[in-house]
């Protein structure tokens, strides 16, 4: 099983300012197999990234993923109030799914 | 979208079925995960179903606790765990899974919270 770690566990930021969030997994990953979503306290995730860089429809261009094997990065390029959330990275392989443990980006 | 049944409570060592019933798409043409997130922890993925085929992926902590089933007629999907316990606490996500030239999930139900207490 493929464990996928992410860090920092909290990033604290202020609005405007850009965030990276890493995600590291134990093996490599097919970049089609990658996601990322975002989710706010008392909501559902939200599909932010799939294929490891191609936006969802509706996610702000400020949004952007890359990374490619094992590393692969969320950025987000200016901080809006909004974003501040917890991001989780998720794979796919051999017919199991796995998600990393999330990073919170706070003010 | 993804509507979920409501909040349920049990007793330790019962078993507890939840719906998700989906509408606005071609329910057959989609898979459904199932996902769930503790109190205060993340998520924690827990099994697929094909919609059209029924074919399953279960994660290995779940296996043979949870089974999932679809029915096509009326656009639902549910998820039934047993011999629950008190760490089973969480909130149980449906959400609609692309499994072709890339795998993740695009829309996702509303939650549904249960508990598990004696």
């Known amino acids: 099983e493929i464990v996928l770690t992410q860090s920092p566990g909290t990033l604290s930021l202020s609005p405007g300012e850009r965030a990276t969030l890493s995600c590291r997994a134990s093996?490599?990953?097919?970049?089609?197999?990658l996601a990322w979503y975002q989710q706010k306290p008392g909501q559902a995730p939200r599909l932010l990234i799939y294929?490891?860089?191609n936006r969802a429809t509706g996610i702000p261009d400020r949004f952007s993923g890359s990374g490619s094997g094992t590393d692969f990065t969320l950025t987000i390029s200016r901080l809006e109030p909004e974003d501040f959330a917890v991001y989780y990275c998720?794979?796919?392989?051999?017919?199991?799914?796995?998600f990393g443990q999330g990073t919170k980006v706070e003010i | 979208q993804l509507v979920q049944s409501g909040a349920e409570v049990r007793k330790p060592g019962a078993s507890v079925k939840v719906s998700c019933k989906a509408s606005?798409?071609?329910?057959?043409?989609?898979?459904i995960s199932w996902v769930r997130q503790a109190p205060g922890q993340g998520l924690e993925w827990m099994g697929w179903?094909?919609?059209?085929?029924?074919?399953?992926d279960y994660a290995q902590k779940f296996q043979g606790r949870v089974i999932l089933t679809t029915d096509t007629s009326t656009s639902t999907a549910s998820m039934e765990l047993r011999s629950l316990r008190s760490d089973d606490t969480a909130v149980y996500y449906c959400?609609?899974?692309?499994?072709?030239?890339?795998?993740?999930?695009?829309?996702w139900g509303n939650g549904t919270s249960f508990t598990v207490s004696s």
């Open positions: 179903i094909s919609a059209y085929t029924g074919n399953t």
């Open positions: 606005g798409y071609i329910f057959a043409n989609y898979g």
């Open positions: 093996q490599s990953v097919r970049s089609n197999y």
């Open positions: 998720q794979q796919y392989d051999s017919s199991l799914w796995t």
């Open positions: 959400a609609r899974s692309i499994t072709a030239r890339y795998f993740y999930m695009d829309v």
């Open positions: 294929g490891a860089s």
